[in-house]
């Protein structure tokens, strides 16, 4: 699964162009067991199966033989800091990180306390385990590295890296069902079409997602137009 939704896309071209390596590998590889088991259950009782500390062990010691000591071992479980634009932007300056891919009923303790440096989550929902979450993290990570997005402009613009919501956009027809696309973005102006954009952005942000604004930095364009917003 991991392995499908990394090959493809511009993830997909990355690799194949060596902007970055990316290795999926399965824990059942590293078992010993006629069966290749990665679970038992859980010491003290109760439901499910845990993710025994014995393959991650042999995992990780694989990977370090193979590639070196990694600069940060991620756990993806729901019990981890949420992951946020900030924590990709840190990760992607990382040379080399490994996600280990817990499962949804836990994985046993010692993990955490001997292999893992940080525990991150993609948000509070129930999943089967890691692995869509790690795909979703190597996404986000990797598309800052140098080269892997196309154009570095619309990284460095992308809504997330401002700390704001995107403006509307809008494309042809000018008229949609009789929905028209509003006059300033057809008036070459390009001056009054960037504080327009500006506007909608802290608009919406302060509509959708006044958390964001509370830690934006905004700039004075952007400080001037949330001031108006206040206003009214
Ligand atoms: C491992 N739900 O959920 C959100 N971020 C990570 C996870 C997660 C999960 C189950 C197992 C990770």
Redesign the pocket.
Known sequence: MVEAVLGEGVLGRASGRGLVTLGVHDLRDYTHDRHRTVDDVPYGGGPGMVLKAEPFGQACQAIERAHGVPAAVVL???Q?KR?DHAEAVRLSRLHHVVLL????EGVDERVREQLVTDE????????????L?AA?VVEAVARLLPGVVGDAESVSQDSFARGLLDYPDYTRPASWRGHDVPDVLLSGHHGEIRAWRTRQSVRRTRERRPDLLRHAALDDQERAALDELEDE
Not at 101 to 104: D, E, F, H, L, Q
Not at 120 to 131: A, F, H, M
């Open positions: 993806m479980s729901p981890g992951f891919c817990g499962r949804y991150i989550s993609i948000g509070d929902y129930v999943l089967n385990g890691g692995e979450p979703v």
